[in-house]
Structure formats: C-alpha cells, structure tokens
C-alpha cells in the first residue's frame, strides 16, 4: 500500500533510536545546549515575563518552566519555554522556519512530566528536527509570506517530537502529525506593524505539538490524508 505523508513521517519519527552516527548525536546535544543557553539571556528581552505571567501557576503544580519561573501543565509549558527560547531571535533556522525553539520546549515539557530518559529525549530531538525540515525543505518558499513558517511547520515537527517522547507507536505518531497540520497556521501581519505576535507563535507551534500527541494517546482519529486531503495542509 501507498503511504501517506503523515504515515510516513510517523513511522519515521516512531523509529528514530539513539543509535545514531556520532556527529548526529553530537548535533543533537549542540541544538539543546545551544538553545538553553541563549534562553538564560531571555529576561533581557521582556517577552518572556508575557508568556510566563500567561501561563505560569505555584512552583510544584506542573512542568517547570525555564529559569525558575514557576510551572505550568505541560502544554502550555512547552508555549512560555518556546517563547523563552526564542526570545533574543538566536536560534537556529532552517530555510525560513525555525525548528529548535518548537523542538525543544515541546521535547522538555513532554519528557520532565513522562520522566523520560536522556537517550529518549535526545532521539525526540532528532525525530522532531528531521519531520519539520522534511516539510520545510518542500514548501518554505510556497508558504512564506503570507504565512509565519515557524507557524506553519512548527506544529507538526512539535508532534512528531513529542509523540517520540511519549513512546507512540507508528500509526498513532501518524496520528498526531495529522492533528498538528490541522491546527497549524500564523500570519506575518505583525512583522509590518511592529508589534509582538510573531513572538508568540512559537509557543503556539509548541504547544500544538504537545496537545497533538497527547491526543493521540488518548485514542482521537485523524485523517490519514491530513497533508495531501482536497482540504488538507498542502
């Protein structure tokens, strides 16, 4: 039988294992220190304390957030450390669309609340840059502008990350990439205007990710044509 896109890139992220070629593990290692660091220099820029004070509850009630700023259900941890990580615009890029500050705060919130192992959570790294860049090799040029590609490919590199995390299985990690390019989406209006929102989509992307997965653990359907659907992502 054929493959759809979304199965494909689920069975690829559901397969990823830490035996890796050293110079990718390396990699992976790197995108994590790389983006921790540069998120310790986000109070300078003041947009973390907009996300944190969005989201944050009493230290103890959920996923921690970066820094020492309180904790969150894992989701909406995944929004504030996303918006955290890319606050001082530091972060790596691929084509227009920038993968670790999806990646990884989706991976962190993921793998704190399921207790995940370092190998695990590095593989998550992997699956979750390899799915976004898949998508983002194809179509940055034919979805930015109008669209934000952080926005638009964030999402499903997010779920693939943290359905790795989570330990699904191929179809259901298909399940979730299906969900994350349903939700996915972010204009480029407040780039001519000046103003914050493009900030923030970050932590969207990252949020979706992890809501994906966890939806599809929880047993919810998606199309299987979520990319290629006469009303699908493409």
């Known amino acids: 039988m054929t493959s759809t896109i979304s199965q494909?890139?689920?069975a690829f992220a559901a397969n990823v294992t830490y035996d890796l070629p050293q110079a990718v593990q390396d990699r992976a290692k790197?995108?994590?220190l790389h983006a921790i660091v540069v998120g310790a220099g986000a109070h300078a820029t003041g947009f973390d304390t907009h996300a944190?004070?969005?989201v944050s509850r009493e230290p103890g009630a959920g996923t921690g957030l970066l820094g020492g700023r309180g904790s969150a259900a894992a989701p909406l941890a995944a929004f504030a450390n996303s918006i955290i990580l890319h606050s001082r615009v530091q972060e790596?890029?691929?084509g227009t669309f920038h993968p670790g500050v999806t990646v990884i705060p989706a991976v962190l919130a993921t793998a704190q609340e399921a207790a995940t192992n370092g190998p695990t959570l590095l593989s998550a790294i992997v699956a979750g840059y390899e799915a976004g860049a898949a998508l983002s090799r194809a179509l940055t040029d034919r979805a930015t502008p109008p669209h934000r590609a952080t926005g638009v490919f964030g999402p499903v590199a997010a779920?693939?990350?943290a359905a790795r995390v989570?330990?699904?299985d191929a179809a259901t990690t298909a399940t979730a990439?299906?969900?994350?390019?349903?939700?996915?989406?972010?204009?480029?209006?407040?780039?001519?205007?000046?103003?914050q929102e493009w900030h923030f989509q970050s932590g969207q992307a990252a949020m979706t990710g992890v809501?994906?997965?966890?939806?599809?653990?929880?047993?919810?359907?998606a199309s299987t044509s979520a990319f290629e659907g006469a009303g699908g992502y493409l």
Request: hydrophobic fraction near 50%; aromatic fraction near 2%.
């Open 92 to 94: 790596d890029t691929h």
């Open 8 to 10: 494909r890139l689920g």
């Open 166 to 168: 989570l330990e699904l």
């Open 52 to 54: 944190v004070q969005a």
């Open 159 to 161: 779920a693939a990350a």
């Open 30 to 32: 790197a995108t994590l």
């Open 177 to 195: 990439i299906s969900i994350a390019a349903a939700m996915s989406g972010g204009s480029t209006e407040s780039f001519g205007a000046g103003t």
């Open 211 to 221: 809501l994906a997965a966890r939806l599809a653990q929880s047993g919810a359907v």
